[in-house]
């Protein structure tokens, strides 16, 4: 199992959820570059200026591992990460396990993404003015659960240790993107799981995702927030236990 992170987190908010495939799955952790523990002489803004930079990672890392039916679990914007890599090399891959995926956050009628153009250019312009305070407003909004802060606190701390340069310009790569004709193209027997309540990939988005995905399972967790890998990570292993059963 190879485990992919959200923006502003890293592997480490895997911990929870990896520990107990750990039982039966050989289990792969890692940081997407620029997060994390990874090299950050690494970026080269011009290969991640698209998340098809960051899916020849992951089919790099599979390749050099030589890892083969691989179940990729990918959180947020490593979701849309993990359909690229299936779709570049779909022998290496048995399950995509899609957690809160968006292939595109801005709404287009009638499709719904949840935000508008303008929404998205004016959070893009604060995250460019001043990173660290947009973090710190924006992750608690991002984890929900107002009645656990500690939640938010953490993927405020987690969003802080991010070079800002490097998340700005992922920002606008995961906020701007559109991967919607690339879900007709996966052929790997797919996952969608959804929050009940997420601010950042609403149900439409987790529907839609689902609609284009031919034969992908569509399962809706009773959690809220964006990151239940954080919130509810007993829910979400088992929701990912009860597919692979």
């Given amino acids: ?20 495939f750990e039982k039966d799955h050989e289990v792969v952790l890692f940081d997407l570059v620029g997060a994390g523990g990874s090299d950050r002489a690494a970026y080269d803004r011009a290969k991640y200026d698209s998340l098809n930079g960051y899916a020849d990672d992951v089919v790099e890392i599979v390749e050099e591992l030589d890892l083969h039916d691989v179940v990729f679990v990918g959180h947020s914007v490593s979701a849309m990460i993990g359909v690229l890599a299936a779709i570049k090399a ?8 899609l957690v809160g995926p968006s292939p595109r956050y801005i709404d287009d009628a009638p499709y719904v993404g949840g935000f ?28 929900g659960n107002a009645d ?8 405020t ?22 991967n919607r004709r690339d879900l007709a193209a996966v052929t790997t027997p ?30 809706v967790m009773t959690a809220t927030g964006h990151c239940p890998n954080l919130s509810d990570p007993e829910l979400l292993t088992e929701a990912i236990r009860a597919y692979l059963r």
């Fill in 90 to 97: 779909p022998a290496r891959f048995g399950a995509l396990v």
């Fill in 116 to 143: 508008s153009k303008p929404d998205i250019d004016s959070m893009l312009d604060t995250l460019d003015l001043n990173y660290l305070g947009w973090s710190e407003a924006m992750a608690p909004v991002i984890a």
């Fill in 1 to 20: 199992m190879l485990f992919a992170h959200g923006f502003g987190c890293s592997q480490e908010m895997w911990r929870a959820v990896a520990k107990d």
């Fill in 157 to 178: 701390e987690s969003f802080c240790r991010v070079d800002p340069a490097i998340a700005r310009h992922f920002a606008r790569v995961t906020f701007l993107s559109d």
């Fill in 190 to 219: 797919t996952l969608v799981l959804q929050c009940t309540d997420d601010p950042i990939a609403p149900l439409p988005v987790g529907t839609y995702v689902h609609e284009q995905i031919a034969g992908s399972e569509f399962v």
């Fill in 148 to 155: 656990r802060p500690e939640l938010g606190q953490e993927l």
